[in-house]
C-alpha cells in the first residue's frame, strides 16, 4: 500500500505546534497519506511526543540540526 500524499513536517523544538500540525493532517477527510515529521535536533522531548501520542501513525526521523531545508529534503 502506497499513499497518494506524503505530508512532510520538519520540525525544531517545537512541539506544541508540530503536534498542531499532525492533529490538523489527522483532521482531513482524505486519508490516503502518510505523515513524515523530520525532527532537526529538537532537544525539547519533541520525540517522546510524537511517538507517545500518535505512535505508528506517523514516521517520526530525528537528525542533527542542519536547518529546516535539510529536514524537509530528508522527510521526502
Given at each position: 500500500?502506497?499513499?497518494?500524499?506524503?505530508?512532510?513536517?520538519?520540525?525544531?523544538?517545537?512541539?506544541s505546534?508540530?503536534?498542531?500540525?499532525?492533529?490538523?493532517?489527522?483532521?482531513?477527510?482524505?486519508?490516503?497519506?502518510?505523515?513524515?515529521?523530520?525532527?532537526?535536533g529538537?532537544?525539547?522531548?519533541?520525540?517522546?511526543?510524537?511517538?507517545?501520542?500518535?505512535?505508528?501513525?506517523?514516521?517520526?526521523?530525528?537528525?542533527?540540526?542542519?536547518?529546516?531545508?535539510?529536514?524537509?529534503?530528508?522527510?521526502?
Amino acid at each position: 500500500m502506497n499513499p497518494q500524499v506524503s505530508v512532510v513536517i520538519p520540525t525544531y523544538n517545537r512541539v506544541s505546534y508540530v503536534q498542531e500540525a499532525i492533529d490538523s493532517v489527522l483532521a482531513q477527510t482524505y486519508t490516503d497519506y502518510e505523515i513524515i515529521v523530520v525532527d532537526d535536533g529538537s532537544v525539547d522531548a519533541t520525540g517522546d511526543a510524537i511517538r507517545a501520542r500518535y505512535g505508528d501513525h506517523v514516521s517520526y526521523i530525528w537528525q542533527e540540526n542542519q536547518g529546516e531545508s535539510a529536514a524537509r529534503n530528508r522527510g521526502i
